[in-house]
Every structure is written in C-alpha cells, then in structure tokens.
C-alpha cells in the first residue's frame, strides 16, 4: 500500500543553500533574500510525480536547539543532507557529525533514508562525485547523490524527486549493494508473485501470462517486440533464463535485479505492492483483510460462484497427475504462496480424501467451504495469499464471500438459498459421534480404526443431495459436557442427539439435552440410535426412544452403524440435509429418496402450486359459506362433500399414474 504522505528534512552546515533550495523549487527563481529558515511547505499530490502529499521541512541552527533538531529528524521520511560543493569543510560535516547525529536519532530497525546534496555547482567547474562516492559506499542507508544549483535552477526539481523516490521506492529492503544482490526477502516475495502469475504451473511465464501481468502491474499489455527483447535481454545474461519462448523465475527475478540496480526501484516496487506488499515487504493487513464483513444475527457466509471456479483452477494447477486428488508434495506446492502450512493434518479426517489418503476435489472444495462459514477473516486472508483479488480481477477477495440472509427471513419465506447447513451433533461420551462423523466421509470402523488420535477432527464436512441440489452438510462433533454449553453449541441449523444402542444409560444425555436446550426452539432435531449392528437394550429412561420421539413430534429414531464392509450407507445424512434445508416440514416418510411414491406426492402436495390452489378454494369457500344460515343449509354440506369426493379422486388418480411410473 503506498504512503500516504512524505516528510523531507533538509539538515547541513549553516549557508550551505538549504533555504534557497526549498524557496527556488517553490517560486522557480533564486530569491533575492534569503531568510535565515523556511517555514514548513507542503506540496499537493496532484503536483508531484508520484501523487502523494509532500511535507518540505527546513533546518536553521540559528533558530532551532538541538532537542527540535532531534525531534525533526525522528519524523523524517527522508533526510537531505546539504553541503556546498565549494566548501571542503562543510562535506567532512557530513561524515563527522550529521550521518552519526542521524543515527542517534533514529531507531536502528528502521533506518531514514538519506539523499546527499552538493549545492551551489554553479561555483565550481569540477564534479564532487569523486568525494561523495566513498562515502555513499560507506553507508548504504545513503541512497544516491545529486548535484544541484539554487542560483541556477539546476537540478532542483530532480532533488526532491529522488528524495520522495527514497521513501516510495527505497533501495534497501530490496537491494544489498555490499554483495550486488537482492535480498532474501525481497526474493521470497518475487517468487510467490511469479508462483501466482504462472496460471498453468509450467514454472514458465509464457506471453500471455506475461501479458496478464503486464497488464494486471502496469494497467497495460507489453508489445510483441518489446517481450521479445526482454527476452533477449535474459538471454544474454542469464542461463536458463529463458526456457520454451518463455520466462523463467531465475530470468523473472534476474530482470527485477536489473531492474534495481539501473536505479529503476519504482518497477519492482510497483509489482509488489500490486501483489500486497508493504514496505517491510510483508502482505499488507488492508490486502490480507479488506474490510470486516457485517455479519448480523441469523446469517452465515459461504462462498460465491466465482470463488469456487478460482478454487477449481487452483485445485487443477497443482493436480499435475490429473487423478482429482492432492498428494502431499501437490498440496504442499499450492500451499507454497504462503508463508506457513495453514492445513493441519486434521483436515484429512474432516473432509473425503482418496484411498491414499489424499484430499479429493471434493474434499478440498469442503474444507474451503467449512474456513468461509467457521472464520470468514481467515478464509479472506488464504484467498490474498492465494492471490484471488488479482487472478479473478476484484477489488478484493472480499469479493468472493457471500453473507446469507437472516434465517428469520428463510423460516417465514419456507424456502432458502443457502448451500451449507451446519448439524451439532450431541452424545454421551463413547456414544459413537466420532464414528458418525467419519461415517460421513465414507469411512467404515475398519478405516477408522487406523486413524491417529491426535489428527482427529471435531468437524466433518461434505456434499449431499436433497432433492436434486446439491447442499454443504457440516457436522460439529459437540463436547458433552452439559453445563458449559456455549450458544455457538447451540446455534444450527439441525441437531442430531446420538445414543449407543447397546449402552442402557446413553439415551439419558439426549433426552436432557433435548429437554433442557432444544425442546421450545424451532431447530428440528433427529435422534440416531447409534452402533446398530450390536444388540439392542432397553433404556434406562422412563420413556423408550420411540415413546420420546413421538411425545416431541421428532421423526422415529434413526439406527446407524459404521460397521460395514463398505462405506456407511448416507441415507441418513441425506435426511438430515433435508430436515435443515426444511425446518418447517413435517417429514412423515424419513427416506427422502424423492423417488418413491411417497415422496413425490409430497412434493406435489407442498409445491407452490398446490398450496396457491388451496388457498384460493379456501377463501372462496369462506367468503361464500360463513354465514350461519349457509352453514346449516345442506347445499353447503353436499358441495362441501363433492369438493373433498373430487379431491380425494385427483390424489387417488395420481396415485396410480406414480405408481405405474415405478
């Protein structure tokens, strides 16, 4: 991100020209008085090269004690050391007491640039560079040396150039001048940028990569002989610096060293704070996190169509083998942009991964799905480390998060657009909730078994259908502990209360937690009777689960098992993903196969349509047959008895037309 404004301090032996310097630049012509100092300047950005606010600052011995000196020098973005090109005395100065002085002043971690000035060459017919220059070795917080003339104009306008240069560009978190290279920073930073431009993952810049990246830094593409002899640039000088007609990142990062050493900072600088840098070349916060997301009461966030396509084309970059899965040295390559490894390996256990163990497609759009709903500001930082705000051309990544409506407003509609739906999944301990969730991603007791403890996940995360849409179902494994339940506990979209089957004291935790959080909320619930494949036993309770279930209006408990030879059947996650997706639905028939009589019948009975008609008949009905005489009277009763004779045959005769479907 660039500054917001430089701070220029001109410092030097007592009539050096500081003053007249800043008073030419200001009228254009040499004063005919000189004050003893000039009051501060501040020069708008639409009048400077780089368009940014410049404070001009000058120094008077005379006037100033050494405390505002220090203090003047502690603010400066830039300090320009004057001397006159005529006066011996006053360039000795500026290694015996003004570069020392300004390193007293200023904090050794972040050194102030310095810009060496030799007024007054109109005096003299000789160059001082020949001095300068071994001074200018000895420090490298001096950043160049420019010779000027207050009396002549010379130079004048190019002084504060290079001095707003030093603070926009500065030479030193790139370049080491000592060893005539740049700095390992600055190469880790260059080598992610070229990692994201390079769009098929080749390790080769060809000419149209080259191109979106033109144009993505400097607002416009290169022409066809202009690659070509940047080509033939590296070429030259570098071997393996081109590779099949295109650039490679020893050629990329050898440009940006020619770029810097011709004095051509600004380049480099450009590309990377395009790509989010700082001065300290670290990503930006404003980059990383672009604003705080307003997320009210009732809505979640969830990624948009077109985050999932940039996801899509990452995922494929980095699946060389074309397998649809991610071995770790893949994974790690896509990872590679970041500064860490932001994927534990408890990600293997929340999301589907092959039989190797390596995450899937599918798996690996679940886990970008579960960061985007869990913790939206961390999904937004791995998108600008993935360099979405630059790939997909958005102001930012800010761009690819969706923030739902107010579940309120769905509940009142009866209808969503929401594609992730969280269950909280609650169970005694050994209740066989851990064995649920992996049960989701495909995964027997067999499979289970061989899983590290440590790598275990309290999430699970992955697609199911309902009613021919594809939805997100995530389940949260929830800590028993009845008292210290937190509302983020509580808060979902469905809750799933696991029992053991086989353990008689294991349905008593369910039927408190249901009673004591869940039984006058709206949030439908679902009760599995869990580790079905072991013999049942009764309940120490005083109702049986079935009794309970029907007291409350939940559906029959649900028997599950994960000890198969195959994967656990995914009916009932199936049906969970259809209880959240329709929290006011009555689901009497629990397969929700949608290809069954009975549940195309019910689709048709609750379909739009339908209930238009029936509000409209019902109203008509109303309006006709309200009066108490119309009741009575048996011409109301026999149409209302033909009415239900004419429905009851239209159900009957649909009926027939399913079944001679199936």
Known sequence: MMRKDVRILLVGEPKVGKTSLIMSLVSEEFPDVVPYRAEEITIPADVTPERVPTHIVDYSEAEQTDEQLSSEISKANVICIVYAVNNKNS????????????????????????????????????????????????????????????????????????????????????????????????IKALTRIFKISDLDNDGILNDSELNFFQGTCFNAPLESQALEDVKNVVRKNVVDGVRENGLTLKGFLFLHTLFIQRGRHETTWTVLRRFGYDDDLELHQDYLFPLVLKIPPGCTTELNHDAYLFLQSIFDKHDKDRDCALSPEELKDLFDVFPYMPWGPDVNNTVCTSEQGWITYQGYLSQWTLTAYLDVQRCLEYLGHLGYSIISEQESQAAAITVTRDKKIDLQKKQTQRSVFRCNVFGDRCSGKSGFLQGFLGRNLVCQSTINEEHMSYYAISTTYVYGQEKYLLLHEVFPDFDVLSDADLTCDIVCLIYDSSNPHSFDYCARVFKHYFMDSKTPCMMIAAKSDLQETRQLYALTPLEFCRKHKMPPPQPFSCNTTDAPCKDIYTKLATMAMH???????????????????????????????????????????????????????????????????LGFAMYRVLLKQR
């Open 583 to 649: 929290p006011h639905a009555r689901l009497r028939c629990m397969c929700t196969c949608n290809k069954c009589t009975f549940c195309q019948l019910q689709n048709f009975l609750n379909s739009e349509l339908v209930q238009t008609v029936k509000a409209k008949l019902y109203t008509a009905v109303l309006r006709r047959h309200m009066t108490q005489a119309d009741l009575k009277s048996s011409t109301f009763w026999l149409r209302a008895s033909v009415g239900a004779t004419v429905f009851a045959v």
């Open 91 to 186: 360039i000795e100065k500026v290694t015996n007491h003004w570069i020392p002085l300004i390193m007293e002043s200023t904090d050794k971690d972040s050194r102030v640039p310095i810009i060496l000035v030799g007024n007054k060459s109109d005096l003299v017919e000789h160059s001082s560079m020949e001095t300068v220059l071994p001074i200018m070795n000895q420090y490298t917080e001096i950043e160049t040396c420019v010779e000027c003339s207050a009396k002549n104009l010379k130079n004048i306008s190019e002084l504060f150039y290079y001095a707003q240069k030093a603070v926009l560009h500065p030479t030193g978190p790139l370049y080491c001048p000592e060893q005539k290279e740049m700095k390992p920073a600055c």
